[in-house]
């Protein structure tokens, strides 16, 4: 029997992992009738780097366009963090999984210069060493979503504990933006502020006042879409609250991000199959 709705689904890691995995995100059309248009997966702008796995069905790169770009099932690619909003294509039913890392902690995780990294789509043969590959191999051949969570977590544990820092916002992944500051500042103590910010580059793969843009962006929209939902929003106070100087200047930033105004992300992702991820998203 055929189900009407897809599965979209916003997991939160194990609390010992929140600075490390800022979401699992799982993505199945299978079942489904979805006309052809409401087969494309839209994301905003994102500041994190993503284990992206292709369970079921394959996915295309269409913005920006990329028909060489192509996961197909049993596929596992890295993504670095993209300054643009992206969208791929499921041409026919399809299942997947996304594990959305904090940047300067996947770095710590695997050395990766995530500056180098931006933008990129990659197969993690290119990447990662062995044991990621077998973690890759094993969440592709679990039985559920809940296995290859589990798995995950498993594997992250104590690998994250061995090369985590600690210090006063380690542990709290809304703070994430300030501590990589904190922790670039006290590593570059006696150098200059471009050292500081050639470090950041490496750990996040942007500046940082581009990730406290991102962050400022993404909780003035939990906001507006919470307000929404209750049937009582106004922009302006949103702006306000978010630190914007005026809701002009959010609608830019807005669609620096998403390709879209404010009222225009509100409406689509409740309404619009493809804007799934802005639906979810917490």
């Keep these: 029997m055929l189900r009407m709705l897809p599965i979209s689904t916003f997991i939160v890691p194990r609390r010992s992992l929140a600075s490390c995995v800022r979401a699992v995100v799982v993505r199945s059309t299978i079942g489904c009738e979805l006309p052809d ?13 993503t284990l992206f796995l292709q369970l079921a069905g394959q996915s295309v790169m269409v913005e920006p366009w990329r028909p060489e770009m192509v996961c197909p099932e049993g596929g596992v690619l890295l993504s670095g963090i993209q300054q643009g909003p992206t969208a791929s294509v499921n041409p026919g039913p399809a299942h997947f999984m996304m594990v959305l890392f904090f940047p300067d902690a996947l770095h710590r995780l695997t050395g990766i210069d995530m500056n180098g990294l931006a933008g990129q789509f990659l197969p993690i043969d290119a990447l ?10 094993g969440m592709l051949a679990a039985a559920s979503d809940e296995a290859r969570v589990a798995l995950l977590e498993e594997f992250l544990e104590p690998r994250w504990q061995a090369v985590r820092q600690g210090g006063p916002f380690d542990g709290a992944a809304g703070d994430w933006v300030r501590r990589l ?49 209750k049937g009582k929003i106004s922009l302006g106070d949103v702006a306000q609250r978010g630190g914007y100087s005026d809701q002009a200047h959010m609608s830019r930033e807005a669609r620096e991000i998403s390709g879209l105004s404010p009222t225009e992300i509100l409406r689509r992702g409740l309404e619009d199959e493809t804007y799934w991820i802005y639906r979810i998203w917490n």
């Design 181 to 229: 500051g904190a922790q670039a500042a006290a590593a570059g103590i006696g150098r200059s502020a471009r050292m500081a910010e050639r470090r950041i580059r490496e750990w996040a793969g942007q500046p940082l006042r581009r990730l406290r843009r991102a962050y400022r962006a993404e909780q003035s929209f939990l906001a507006a879409r919470d307000e929404a939902l």
């Design 37 to 49: 248009e409401q087969r494309l997966n839209r994301y905003p702008a994102s500041a994190f780097p």
């Design 128 to 137: 990662l060493g062995a044991e990621w590959r077998e973690l890759a191999a």
